[in-house]
């Protein structure tokens, strides 16, 4: 291959090649901001689902202690209990699709690994 046509290849290739790095950096920062928002939205529902399965529980607690309760009562509580726990394996899921960062193998507060 002569000079001239390493040379013509170099120079036609080049803006192909510079475009293909811009488009790896551009696809790695919106993976990067992906991670930390889909962080941020599994943080949120973290804690969400941790106050309503704390509410609910204090409700269950407060249902029972009333005593007999209406059956519209028990429906009720009952599908208090069914969106906390559908809430709560909402954000697991989310959470186990978000990976955590390097060096973080902590799942979250009090949770060993994750």
Not at 31 to 42: D, F, N, R, W
Request: net charge negative; aromatic share 2%; glycine share 8%.
């Amino acid at each position: 291959m002569s000079s001239f046509t390493s040379h013509f290849r170099s120079w036609l290739l080049q803006p192909v090649l510079l475009k293909l790095s811009q488009l790896h950096e551009d696809l790695m920062t919106t993976q990067a901001e992906l991670a930390t928002a889909l962080g941020g939205i599994s943080d949120s529902l973290d804690a969400t689902s941790i106050e309503l399965a704390k509410a609910t529980q204090e409700i269950v607690t407060a249902v029972a202690n009333a005593g007999a309760t209406t059956p519209e009562v028990d429906a009720a509580v009952a599908r208090l209990q069914a969106l906390s726990t559908n809430l709560a394996n909402a954000a697991k899921t989310l959470d186990d699709l978000n990976p955590d960062a390097p060096g973080n193998l902590a799942g979250g507060p009090g949770e060993e690994g994750g």
